[in-house]
Nanobody
Framework: QVQLVESGGGLVQAGDSLRLSCAASGRTFSRSFMGWFRQAPGKEREFVATIDWSGSFPSYANSVKGRFTISRDNAKNSVYLQMNSLKPEDTAAYYC????????????????WGQGTQVTVSS
């Protein structure tokens, strides 16, 4: 069984930064694509960013491109999301996910989910 645990969320003001972390247990972590997804109240869960096993090929939603950076440390079984220049519209519960299926950006292709960490950005 694979477990994913997110941390690092909080309440910040527009323009501030946060760094989210996801700690994974399980032997499949280093072979999996990892991703961050978010869900705001009343909205569907959406893709934010993904990264391949090597950490060389990240992908981002257009809404966060240039502001967010995804990275991973396989030795620590962890994936991170550095969020800069935060906007009120970034407010959501952020979820870490893992998959070995393609396309990795699809919600339905994720094999494992964390329980989420809340990010709230005030104006």
């Amino acid at each position: 069984q694979v477990q994913l645990v997110e941390s690092g969320g909080g309440l910040v003001q527009a323009g501030d930064s946060l760094r989210l972390s996801c700690a994974a247990s399980g032997r499949t972590f280093s072979r999996s694509f990892m991703g961050w997804f978010r869900q705001a109240p009343g909205k569907e869960r959406e893709f934010v960013a993904t990264i391949d096993w090597s950490g060389s090929f990240p992908s981002y939603a257009n809404s966060v491109k240039g502001r967010f950076t995804i990275s991973r440390d396989n030795a620590k079984n962890s994936v991170y999301l550095q969020m800069n220049s935060l906007k009120p519209e970034d407010t959501a519960a952020y979820y870490c996910a893992a998959t070995q299926r393609l396309p990795v950006q699809l919600i339905r292709n994720q094999d494992y989910w964390g329980q989420g960490t809340q990010v709230t950005v005030s104006s």
